[in-house]
């Protein structure tokens, strides 16, 4: 048995390390209000820095990082949620494939993700998955694609693979292909999307209220490189920040964007050294250019933005669940606007709206009865606001208890 005597020692080391956080933290923060007022001033006015990824948006939230901001510092969250601007069609089609019994593989995330409601073209069908499976339809949810290839493996059924996400995941999916181990009786649904055509275009549509730092992703960045965002400060002048996770990472990224501000030179940093290398993960990028090319490609209650996805080269078509079962691919032409009626996530996707400017943000929609894409997912900025109380809705909540 354990001597409860070490347990203490465990316990005074991590107090330790919190500590030692506690001083890092401070002292980021000391510095970020020191830098804030120089840059501002240079800029001259509000400064408005995008955390492109979900996961930068929950660890803001979650730690509170909005409240430790200085005075004309805004932090607004990007469009780096892939089930958010999963667009309702593929959605419809994987609904209508579990319907008529095929299997259809999803991730836990995507399985709540609505649909238009209307797969068979009528009112009041099934919007997710989740409701399909209720009604009777095939569904399976799975960790990794692997998963999904190894029970097709085992079952023999006809099955299809909603692959829903960004580089991260497109390489989990490429490589099983290239090496020849996913059976003939699971095809994919590729709905994958890519990051960076995304960025220039959220751009565009700042021009009125530009954005002037960027946290450029950490998990896409390990797969792409740091070098894939380059073209941030060289085109717009736009310092950008390649960071982690932790609160740190993010003070820092968030420190060194205002300090490139105030010297007025914008350049790329990649502060996520320990996980993201200059060249990202080459063998991961060789798995997907071997089986996809780049195309244009459409995002959710945004329309197609262009070379921001993937489709599956000649060799690999036979794997294409919409080349198999005959179903046509989206295009611009028949492309219509796929959000809910009030739903506001195209805005909130570009960092244009907060979820608390949506008014059904909860109350029609909650993070228990999603109503629109970006409160499914822990990743959507609404989900995540709703959860954590981004916004400061912590603190109104706090003041309405009495407790602030
Ligand atoms: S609160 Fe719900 S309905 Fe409103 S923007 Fe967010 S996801 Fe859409």
New binding site residues.
């Given amino acids: 048995m354990e001597d409860p005597s070490t347990l203490d020692k465990q316990v005074v080391n991590l107090y330790g390390l919190w500590r030692v956080d506690k001083k890092v933290i401070d002292r980021l923060v000391e510095l970020i209000h020191r830098v804030a007022p120089i840059a501002i001033r240079r800029v001259g006015g509000t400064i408005k820095i995008m955390d492109f990824c979900g996961t930068h948006e929950h660890s803001i939230v979650w730690n509170g990082i909005r409240s430790l901001m200085p005075e004309g510092v805004e932090l607004v969250a990007g469009p780096g949620c892939p089930v958010?601007i999963t667009p309702a069609y593929y959605v419809d089609i994987a609904i209508k494939f579990a319907l008529e019994g095929i299997r259809v593989y999803t991730y836990g995330d995507a399985y709540r993700l609505p649909g238009s409601g209307r797969p068979f073209g009528d009112k009041g069908r099934p919007r997710s998955l989740e409701e399909a499976r209720a009604l009777g339809g095939d569904v399976v949810v799975v960790y990794s694609f692997m998963d999904a290839v190894k029970h097709a493996k085992r079952d023999g059924k006809e099955s299809v693979f909603l692959a829903v996400g960004f580089e991260t995941t497109a390489p989990a999916v490429a490589a099983p292909l290239v090496n020849g181990v996913v059976p003939e009786n699971l095809t994919i649904i590729n709905v994958h999307r890519l990051t960076p055509p995304i960025l220039r275009y959220t751009f565009e549509r700042h021009r009125n209220a530009p954005i002037r730092g960027v946290i450029a992703p950490g998990h896409v960045s390990a797969v792409i490189g740091a070098k894939a965002w380059e073209f941030v400060p060289r085109e717009y002048g736009v310092p950008t920040v390649v960071a982690g996770f932790e609160a740190h990472d993010i003070l820092l990224a968030i420190f060194h964007i205002l300090a490139m501000l105030a010297e007025g030179r914008p350049r790329l940093i990649n502060e996520y050294k320990r996980v993201v290398r200059w060249e990202g993960n080459t063998v991961a990028q060789r798995y997907i250019n071997e089986c996809c090319e780049v195309t244009d490609a459409a995002w959710r209650g945004l329309g197609f933005v262009p070379q921001s996805g993937l489709a599956f080269r000649d060799k690999y078509r036979r794997y294409d669940a919409m080349y198999q079962y005959g179903i046509k691919e989206l295009t611009p032409e028949e492309w219509s606007y796929d959000?809910?009626p009030?739903?506001?996530?195209a805005?909130?996707t570009l960092g244009l709206?907060k979820?608390t400017?949506?008014?059904?943000?909860?109350k029609?929609?909650?993070p228990g009865t999603?109503?629109?894409?970006?409160?499914?997912s822990i990743e959507?900025?609404?989900?995540v606001w709703?959860r954590f109380g981004g916004g400061g809705l912590a603190d109104e909540i706090a003041r309405e208890l009495g407790l602030a």
């Fill in positions: 958010c959000l809910p009030g739903c506001r996530c805005e909130v709206a979820p400017d949506c008014p059904l943000f909860m029609v929609c909650t999603p109503y629109g894409p970006c409160m499914v959507g900025t609404c989900s709703a």
